[in-house]
């Protein structure tokens, strides 16, 4: 049995649920700290991606907001000076969907767009594993 002392310094570790609050709030916080137009074209990335993958909790991981599903980082969205990116964390879904990305600047690993146009419209499909990280 542990010595009384110690139950205290037990009760204070955050549980996982306090955890994803404390990181939603991060996620918040990043957000505050990006201009409009950027602000509000990465608010509904971060509405779209957690329409569709609800379960996901939302971190920051590599300094950019990310969504992390049963412990693995499966996507994210960061702001740079010319545009803005989704980052699938995968370095295969994005070559996959090709077709549907016609006309955006990709990368292995990201998704540019500029400020003022919206991420793609994809099929419910390719947008579930899109925002899940996962291949097709």
């Known amino acids: 049995m542990l010595p009384a002392r110690n139950l205290t310094r037990l ?3 955050p549980s996982p649920v306090d955890c994803a609050t404390v990181s939603a709030q ?23 991606i957690l329409e569709i993958v609800p379960e996901a909790e939302q971190v ?10 049963r412990g693995q980082t499966v996507a994210g969205f960061a702001a740079f000076k010319d545009h803005l990116s989704y980052l699938p964390f995968s370095g295969s879904v994005l070559g996959q969907l090709a077709d549907e990305l016609e006309g955006y600047t990709m990368t ?10 919206t991420p793609p419209r994809l099929s419910r499909s390719s947008r579930r594993r899109v925002a899940a990280g996962v291949s097709l």
């Open 26 to 48: 991060e996620v918040d916080e990043y957000l505050r700290a990006v201009a409009e137009p950027k602000r509000g074209t990465l608010e509904t990335l971060r509405r779209l």
């Open 108 to 117: 292995k690993s990201s998704l540019h767009f500029s400020v003022d146009r």
């Open 60 to 69: 920051i991981s590599y300094r950019v907001p990310a969504f992390r599903i």
């Open 11 to 13: 009760q204070a570790v």
